[in-house]
């Protein structure tokens, strides 16, 4: 009979270390309000639940999915795949805007980034981070239209109305031009006093 001992202390602090940090990195990810994935080819790895629920997965149901898979429910984002493979290999991050349509809720869009790691053998690597930019989109949307409905405004009125800074004309409707009796183009970058000698 002969025993062996062997001394796994390393070995086991090294596995619970592991086990410590992978916990720490899932934290992270899982509490983070952007969408991680981590991609290996074209097949998703690994991702945090965030990323899930973006697309409208269920917890645990995006691993191992393809790129092709993972946006089959958005038609417009299936046009990117070539697209995002092309960037990569050029070595170049690929970024996007992506609406996400569902029966159940508005639409909400994202960003989509996705970022070359390394190559994993003759795999390619890479992060794709989708952040949430709603509010984003709803906020420029209402800049845009109060820029139509000031543009309106200062078009179409009958009352002479002019952009001044720093006591020079920096804009002027056609109203004003009738007023001053000079062509809109010639009123501008004259001072202001221009208009009331």
């Known amino acids: 009979t002969s025993v062996v001992t062997l001394d796994v202390t390393e070995q086991q602090t090294a ?9 720490e990195l899932t934290t992270i990810l899982d509490g983070s309000t952007a969408g991680i994935a981590y991609l ?23 691993a191992g999915a393809s790129l092709q898979e993972l946006f089959a429910r958005q038609p417009e984002a299936l046009n990117w795949l070539d697209e995002i493979g092309a960037t990569l290999a050029a070595g170049r991050a ?27 053998g003759d795999q390619l690597e890479a992060v794709a981070v989708l952040t949430d930019v709603t509010r984003l989109k709803s906020q420029q949307a209402e800049l845009e239209q109060l820029a139509r409905d ?42 202001l006093a221009t208009l009331f000698a």
Do not use: H, K
């Open 15 to 23: 596995q619970r270390r592991s086990e410590q940090l992978l916990r």
């Open 94 to 120: 690929f970024e996007a805007e992506l609406p996400v349509t569902r029966a159940d809720a508005p639409t909400t869009w994202f960003t989509l980034s996705v970022r070359r790691a390394e190559m994993a």
């Open 40 to 62: 290996r080819g074209p097949m998703l790895v690994r991702c945090n639940r965030r990323f899930e629920r973006m697309l409208g997965f269920a917890p645990g149901e995006a």
């Open 150 to 191: 000031r543009e309106l405004m200062f078009s179409l009125s009958e009352v002479g109305i002019a952009f001044v800074r720093d006591g020079m004309l920096q804009r002027a409707n056609e109203a004003l031009a009738q007023l001053a009796g000079v062509p809109t183009q010639a009123l501008l970058g004259l001072p």
